[in-house]
Structures are given as structure tokens and as C-alpha cells.
């Protein structure tokens, strides 16, 4: 059997790391919102109501990516695992779980407008702005972002892996280098009023697109990075 | 049992060897594998094989292919015979020498000897 | 056909910031045969196991595994197992997955075996790897590195934690297996007299340079340890090389390389000397030591003057 496939059985062993947790956080999101939505009607609340709650799941994919990284990489050298191998497993068993969940999103969205947002009136998957889309741009955007957010915690990992705390230190200074940069850039230019105008123009099908190329960029960084990081 | 004065394959050889003589090992018997020795003795099997091998080159022990190690006819008279030539180097030259030193003639030697192996 | 060579390193050298890990160390590992890999502390054991295994890199030097080198090579990698002596195992993994894991990867995994050995040591599979003594937790390498049958095995200090009972159950397992699957197994130790006599050849590094390179057999009975009156040691000894000097007033006490013959040592015995055996212990010490303890007795010999 190929040595891939292999390491996605590894990382699969514990079958709730992968598979199990991402489910009940989002079953038991899922569960608190309808209760909450219930008390709302209950109490006599109209109108339109939303729940970020189905994002719940893709921030523990931030954690999940470091996980697999800093836990399972060094136990994958003993497995003698070339890293390439290893990276390619990992990385290939996470897209096949965020595209199955990013499907059950979509699906989940449909059943949510057929209900008429289970009997509620409300938007747990079919968020307007992205329900609005056709069928592929809503599963490739929630893919996107489970990608993005498990890719970020296997980079930052990968790189404390490689280069250890001062590698760590690097990477977060430059990152907010980065960030206290653009928000100076827009304040000093006085431009906030423009950005914010700017980010409602946003279509998820746009945030599919960049966020895509920035994943696609963490992955072959995370991938160089890895090639020679030691256990 | 095992020491560290000389190479392990030698001691090993010495044990087969005092094994035949004292008759604990039958001419035409059997002998453990080399694999049975190294797992007895917690040694290295190669250095077992090594040591089983001279007694083999020796003509002591001979093999059976497939079946495995055997005492050769003769063996327990040949080592014997090679040993009571050792003795005199080993034992009687440097009693004598010691026994010469203190004043101790033969004869007086050769009573004590007596009363030594009568007690 | 000639056989190829199990592991071969060619100037290897590896720095960790300012400390040299590895220093020009060229070896060649025969395949099928038990080597010591045998030092202190901190001599280079490790680095050198991790870059023979892909889990490290040199700075400097090649290292071949038959004939390949293994960094990032699955192939050659499949073929070698090397547990760590602080090896890190997924955090939820229980003792039970982490062989399930290795038995997907090594081809020769012989699950009944590890079932034996898992009895033998009584490690809890069920229980979290987290949660385990440093005896059972070395006891999962064993095991892993045992079953996995790998044509070459290292063991990293791989009694670290055991009790004496089980450290035997290791060494008469390795031994027994040992002559029923030969295989390249290099054992990392710093107690060398444990393991002495299941070596077949021995490498010495200290300070990150091999110092012993050499059949076990052939080290053994190459040193020996004079003790009596100084004057006449001294005269007995000669100009053979000094290993270890010891002194109690009159008395001393030296360690030589040297083979005896059967003359040499009637001749101490009528000079009033005991002669005694070297460990391989004490030959390694020794020779690891031999610059600097030198150079410390002479130091105490000048005090005392």
C-alpha cells in the first residue's frame, strides 16, 4: 500500500482527532443555536436571525493544524516517514475531510432554506452571502477557509519545527509587522471609511479566489519549510 | 561463567571442551546449536558460531547437515591427552619452581601431595 | 557476490551552534551483526543515529544506508527503525496505537511477537503513552523497534527506566531473535558492561570523534591492570602504553594496552604483581579518558611534591 494512504491511516487511528471532534463542536454549536433561536421566537422575537456558530468547527481546525504537525511529525520519523511523505499524507487526508464537511455545509444549507430555517426563520448554514452563490462557489468557500485556518496552524508549526522558538518569534513579529503595517498605512491615510466601503464590494466567490492563493502559498511554504525540520 | 581476560569465543570453547571430558557431553551426543548457546550464555550468536567452529576444525565436534552438532568418537581421550600435556606446563613447572623457592625438596613434595589428595 | 555494506559514513561532521556533534566520522556497518555504538553522554550518539536514519542532516560528509542515502528516501527509510530514547508519540495515542501505527509501516512487523514481548514487559496497552513510567515508555520502543524487524534496528538507550528483570528480558529477547531474523542492529549504551557480550564489534565516540572502531573480540584481553609495589610495576610495565594510573603510597595500579603472554605473566606473578582482567567498561572509559585522566594524575603528582 502506498506510503501516503498509510499516513492518513496514522492520522486517522485516533479517529476523533480528524473526524469526531470537528463533528460534535459542530453538532453541539449547531444544537445551542436552535436552542437559543427557540427562546427568541418563545419570547416573542421576530425578524431574521443569524448564527456564526458553523464557523465553530473550522477554528478548531487552527488547532488541529498545529496538532498534527507538532505531535504526530516527530512520531511519523520514528515511523520512518520521509517528510514528504509525511506532508503529502497529512495534507491530502485534511483536504478530503474539509471537501466531505464543506459538501455537509452545503447540503445542510439547503435543508436549512427547504425548512425555512428549521421551522425558525433562521441562518445557521445558508448565510445570505454565501447561500447566494451557486452550488460550487458555497462548498469551494467553506473549503477555502477550513484550508486556510488548518493551514496557518500547520505553518506556524512547521516553522517552530524547523527553527524552534526563534523561528516562532520571527514569524509572529513579521506577522504583526504585517498587520500593525496596514492598519497605520489606513489610518494615517485616513482611508477607513474607504476600506470598510472597500470590504462590503467583497463577493464570496472573491474571497474564495485570494484565500485560495494564500493557502495555496502557506502549503508550498509549510512544504519547504518542512523538508528539513528535525524531530 | 563468562570473563572478561580473553575473547569469549575461546571460553566458550573451553566450556564445550570441559563438557566432553567430564562426559556431560557423550561422544557421539548432540550438542546445542549455536542459537541455543548464544541465548544460554546472553552472548553474541557469532561469537558462539566462532567458538563452536574451532572445536569443529579441531576435529572434537562434527556436523550432521540438517540435523546439527555432534561429538566426534575419541574426543573426550584426545582432549584429555592434550590437557595432561598442558598440566605439566601449567601446574607442576610452577609448583616446583615455588616449592624449590621455600626449600620444599621432591620427596617432601610428593608427602604432601599425598596427605593433600588423601584428605 | 560481494556484499554491500550496511551503513557507511564518509567525514561526517555536524555543529550544533558551537558545539561539534560530529567530527569527520567515517564508519563502515556490516550487515547482519550486532555493533555497540557506545560513549558518554553527549559524545555525538544520537546525532550520528539521527542523520544515519534521515531524521537529521550533517553539515559536512556523506552517509549511505546500502548505498543510499536515506534523508527524504522512503525506500532505504523503510527499511530502518529508530526509536529515539526521548521519542515523542502523538498525545491521545494510546500504547496499542502506536503499534498499530508502526505495524502499517514496517514491512516485517510481526505482531505476535510484539503480543510476547507486551506480556513480557506487562505494559498496559490501553493506558495513554502519556501517561507511562519511563520504564514502560522505553519498553514501547523496544517493542516498536524489536517487532518492526527492520533490516537495521537501533536501540537509543533503550534500558533507560528499566528494572534489571527487564532489562534481561530485553537483552535474552534481542539475542534469541537476534539468531532466528539476523539483522544490522546498532545498540547505543553508555552501561556497556550490560551489553558487552552481545556485541560483535564496538564503536567508541567521544566528543563527537570515533575513538574505538574495532571487533569486540579482538578488544577483549588487549588491556590489563598491574597492581603492586610502584618501582616494580613501573619496571614490569615498561614502555607500554598507560591507559589509567592509579597510586595509594607504595602501591599503584595501572592499566596497559597490552596482550600478555604466558611468560609475561609468570614473570609478573614471581615479581609480586596482580594482574587483572579489563572490562569492556573499563577499556572504554579509559580510552575515552585516557588525555585527560593522564593529564590529572600528573597534575596530582606534582601536588604532592
Known amino acids: 500500500m502506498n506510503r501516503v494512504i498509510k499516513v492518513a491511516r496514522m492520522q486517522l487511528i485516533n479517529k476523533g482527532t480528524f473526524i469526531g471532534i470537528p463533528l460534535i463542536i459542530l453538532g453541539a454549536s449547531f444544537l445551542f443555536t436552535m436552542a437559543i433561536w427557540w427562546l427568541v421566537r418563545r419570547n416573542g422575537g421576530d425578524g431574521a436571525m443569524y448564527s456564526g456558530g458553523a464557523q465553530a468547527p473550522m477554528w478548531y481546525f487552527l488547532a488541529l493544524g498545529i496538532q498534527s504537525l507538532t505531535l504526530t511529525f516527530p512520531f511519523s520519523m520514528a515511523m520512518s516517514i520521509s517528510r514528504r511523505t509525511f506532508y503529502l499524507g497529512t495534507v491530502a487526508l485534511f483536504s478530503v475531510c474539509a471537501l466531505a464537511l464543506s459538501v455537509f455545509y452545503y447540503l445542510m444549507g439547503l435543508l436549512e432554506v427547504a425548512t425555512d430555517g428549521w421551522g425558525m426563520g433562521g441562518q445557521f448554514f445558508a448565510l445570505q452571502w454565501i447561500a447566494d452563490n451557486n452550488w460550487l462557489v458555497q462548498i469551494l468557500f467553506y473549503f477555502v477557509l477550513m484550508v486556510l485556518l488548518f493551514m496557518i496552524g500547520f505553518l506556524a508549526a512547521t516553522i517552530y519545527m524547523r527553527w524552534r522558538t526563534t523561528g516562532m518569534v520571527a514569524f509572529f513579529i513579521c506577522l504583526g509587522v504585517l498587520v500593525l503595517g496596514i492598519i497605520a498605512l489606513i489610518t494615517l491615510t485616513n482611508s477607513w471609511g474607504e476600506f470598510w466601503s472597500w470590504a462590503l464590494t467583497w463577493t464570496a466567490a472573491g474571497v474564495t479566489l485570494w484565500g485560495g492563493i494564500v493557502a495555496l502559498l502557506m502549503a508550498g511554504g509549510s512544504y519547504l519549510t518542512l523538508r528539513k525540520a528535525t524531530a | ?119 | 557476490m560481494p556484499r554491500t555494506t550496511a551503513i557507511a559514513t564518509r567525514e561526517l561532521s555536524k555543529t550544533y551552534k558551537d558545539v561539534k556533534a560530529l567530527d569527520n566520522v567515517t564508519l563502515d556497518l556490516e550487515p547482519d551483526r550486532i555493533y555497540g555504538l557506545l560513549g558518554r553522554n553527549g559524545a555525538g550518539k544520537t546525532t550520528l543515529m539521527s542523520i544515519l536514519t534521515g531524521q537529521n542532516y550533517a553539515d559536512h560528509g556523506t552517509a549511505e544506508i546500502f548505498g543510499h542515502a536515506p534523508f527524504e528516501h522512503d525506500p532505504t527509510l523503510s527499511r530502518i527503525c529508530f526509536i529515539r530514547e526521548s521519542q515523542k508519540y502523538p498525545d491521545d495515542f494510546k500504547v496499542h496505537q502506536a503499534f498499530e501505527s508502526a505495524a502499517l509501516f514496517f514491512e516485517n512487523w510481526d505482531e505476535d511477537l510484539a503480543q510476547e514481548l507486551v506480556e513480557a514487559f506487562a505494559l498496559p496497552i490501553n493506558r495513554r503513552i502519556k501517561k507511562l513510567s519511563r520504564g514502560q515508555l522505553s519498553a514501547v520502543g523496544v517493542i516498536i523497534g524489536m517487532a518492526s524487524r527492520a533490516d537495521i534496528t537501533f536501540f537509543d538507550e533503550p534500558y533507560l527506566g528499566l528494572d534489571a528483570v527487564a532489562r534481561q528480558i530485553f537483552y535474552d529477547r534481542l539475542v534469541e531473535d537476534f539468531a532466528e531474523y539476523p539483522r544490522t542492529i546498532v545498540l547505543s549504551s553508555h552501561l556497556i558492561d550490560e551489553v558487552a557480550n552481545l556485541l560483535e564489534h564496538v564503536i567508541v565516540i567521544d566528543k563527537g570523534q570515533i575513538v574505538i572502531d574495532s571487533d569486540a573480540e579482538e578488544l577483549r584481553g588487549t588491556a590489563v591492570t598491574v597492581t603492586g609495589d610502584a618501582a616494580k610495576v613501573q619496571e614490569f610495565i615498561g614502555a607500554a602504553q598507560v591507559l589509567h594510573r592509579d597510586a595509594l603510597g607504595a602501591l599503584a595500579s595501572v592499566t596497559i594496552k597490552a596482550k600478555l603472554d604466558a611468560d609475561q605473566r609468570e614473570q609478573a606473578k614471581l615479581m609480586g604483581l596482580d594482574l587483572s582482567p579489563v572490562s569492556l567498561q573499563q577499556l572504554v572509559v579509559r580510552s575515552a579518558l585516557s588525555g585527560t585522566t593522564a593529564q590529572r594524575t600528573e597534575e596530582r603528582t606534582e601536588a604532592r611534591k
Open chain 2, 1 to 119: 561463567m563468562i570473563d572478561d581476560s580473553k575473547p569469549i569465543f575461546m571460553q566458550i570453547a573451553e566450556l564445550i571442551e570441559n563438557d566432553i571430558i567430564s562426559g556431560v557431553l557423550a561422544e557421539e551426543a548432540q550438542v546445542p546449536s549455536t542459537n541455543e548457546f548464544a541465548a544460554f550464555y546472553r552472548i553474541n550468536p557469532a561469537t558462539a558460531a566462532k567458538g563452536i567452529n574451532r572445536l569443529v576444525e579441531d576435529g572434537l565436534l562434527y556436523k550432521k547437515r540438517g540435523i546439527g552438532m555432534f561429538v566426534t568418537e575419541g574426543a573426550p581421550q584426545r582432549l584429555r591427552a592434550q590437557r595432561r600435556e598442558k598440566f605439566q606446563q601449567q601446574f607442576i613447572a610452577p609448583l616446583t619452581a615455588e616449592a624449590s623457592k621455600l626449600g620444599i625438596g621432591v620427596d617432601e613434595l610428593v608427602a604432601m601431595i599425598k596427605t593433600g589428595s588423601e584428605s
